[in-house]
DNA sequence: CCAGATATGAAATGTTTATTCCGTAAGCGG
DNA sequence: CCGCTTACGGAATAAACATTTCATATCTGG
């Protein structure tokens, strides 16, 4: 007997057979193809209560379908609704215990895996990012006299890029970048008026950190982009983005800080537009970046 | 002590103590609050085992923010991650939607369309990039002895990555940033045996133009990453990535060039690791030197 | 460096939960 | 209406599980 493995093959297999069924394990088919989640959480005493049978005819309804109980069953409907949220990281951990696929080695497969692992991660970033902080840190950043960006190692580039943007922006933006050694001199620039953007990801950067404290203490205000709610970067920082890059192995990617990071651009020349909107008419081509 | 029943709450509250908590809580902390999913699913034993720590560590956590145990904690996460599929799933649809829409203006509007194009550009290379393509370009890489780097203005990020990743692998790569205006002699640098790595997109940067032309007298191998068949950087390359960018309004994203060099990083390292095994295969059991 | 306090982890414990069992009831062909 | 088969449900059982316990390690202030 073939038993369904995912969420849709199930729904189809059980509709299918829905004539077939005795009384009670059609009271059930209806219960479990309308409360999905229920299933997936709650114990089968509960679901057996509310879909009105006892604990046992779940049991024969799993085994009806080919698995080894109820649990077994479960398993479906919990993947299901954990697919809808985890990212492309915890998907790739949920499914390395079922079949532990090899790594890829070519260099094809490996283009293929990163970037379906990037799509994810763009597609929860798209998800997963508050309006409210987006437009926060937007008028933070229209807001400020001068902008430092760091981001250092592997996030120095998504930091140039940034700070690329900005410049395009006509903002005063300056990349700390400790060119000559001379981290602290760049540090020392920063005023209350300012906005510092940090970019870090564990293990971060002993610079980041020094600079995020630096720029606590003078009061400027701070925009974090970084991997956990827990960042040493989260406590400073006026608006923090946490952002669940893709993994492939040990390699992880920057794709969706990129994407974050260039969306706050344009949202920030959408800013400047709208500010002299109220004179000139809407809609003025916006120079590209 | 006051007991957080919604999952906001709750998040807040564990990140404001995280300081004051002791080395494993903290550690219990930080995978919590970063795999919310797991914590709703899991069974104490996987989460702990997930977590590196033991079982009684996560009662003690949730004692501390003032549950009765640790599955009373576990409600709140299972009651967001019910709420949060019904919010996600409907987002998934607008996504799809805004396709055709007028230019966004809201930040939040943005990133989903920056978010959405980045995922069509990725998958175009993943579609278009051949296979035979990438091996000759690892192959090269894997030869070089030294690897120069190339790509200025909007495609400096990606050449920082570029750059960061192969000194990671141990290569001996050098990131041309015409730092104290010596473009020329760091052109000069190149010799025969060395590899260039150009990456450029129109309009295209009269420097990293004349690094390819020099390349191309000294006889140095080139990987060109540009925008057009028919790029000038195309003529002088050994290999040519045709990179298709996702564009919103006027700016460009630099996503799916970023997947590939990330992709060719990732795949010198298995090379590097295959070549590595086959000597430790073919190695004669020879003493002395 | 020591004593007291606190944190930690392995194993024991007690509870919840899934599953099986079996006597009974309902359906069905003769 | 009877005997046979299949479905059913409650109670018994087994498995999985969360939680507690306690001996040991680690910190902290004097």
């Known amino acids: 007997m073939s038993t369904p493995n995912n969420y849709s093959e199930l729904q189809d297999v059980i509709r299918s057979r829905y004539g077939e069924l005795s009384k009670r394990l059609q009271q059930v088919a209806a219960y479990v193809l309308d409360n999905t989640n229920s299933v997936a959480f709650d114990t ?3 679901i057996a209560e509310q879909a009105d049978v006892p604990p046992s005819t779940l ?15 479960k398993q479906v409907f919990r993947r299901h609704l954990m697919e809808e949220t985890a990212n492309y990281t915890e998907r790739a951990k949920m499914f390395r215990d079922l079949e532990d696929q090899p790594s890829p080695e070519q260099p094809e497969e490996i283009l293929n895996e990163f970037s379906r692992a990037n799509v994810q991660a763009l597609q929860q970033l798209a998800a997963q990012t508050s309006a409210e902080d987006l437009n ?20 120095f580039s998504v930091a140039t890029y940034l700070t690329y943007a900005l410049r395009h922006l ?16 760049q540090l020392e620039l920063i005023g209350p008026k300012d906005v510092v953007v940090a970019i870090s990801f564990s293990p971060y950067a002993r610079e980041t950190l020094a600079l995020t404290e630096t720029a606590s203490r003078v ?13 040493p970067l989260a406590s400073f ?39 002299k909107k109220d004179n000139s008419d809407k809609k003025a081509p916006v120079s590209g970046a």
Chains 1, 2 share one sequence.
């Open 170 to 185: 006509n903002r005063r933006a300056f990349l700390i970048d400790g060119l000559g050694g001379m981290f602290q001199e």
């Open 59 to 73: 049991i024969r309804f799993a085994n009806a379908f080919g698995y080894s109980g109820f649990n077994d069953m």
């Open 219 to 231: 009061g400027a205000r701070q925009i974090a982009i970084t991997d956990s709610q827990v960042s």
């Open 237 to 275: 920082s006026d608006i923090c983005f946490v952002v669940k890059e893709a993994q492939v192995d040990a390699f992880r990617s920057q794709s969706a800080s990129l994407c974050l990071v260039q969306s706050l651009a344009v949202s920030l020349a959408y800013h400047d537009k709208d500010d």
């Open 44 to 46: 089968v005493a509960v």
């Open 136 to 155: 926060k840190a937007v008028q933070i950043l229209a807001e400020a006299e001068n902008i430092y960006v760091i981001g250092l190692r592997r996030s």
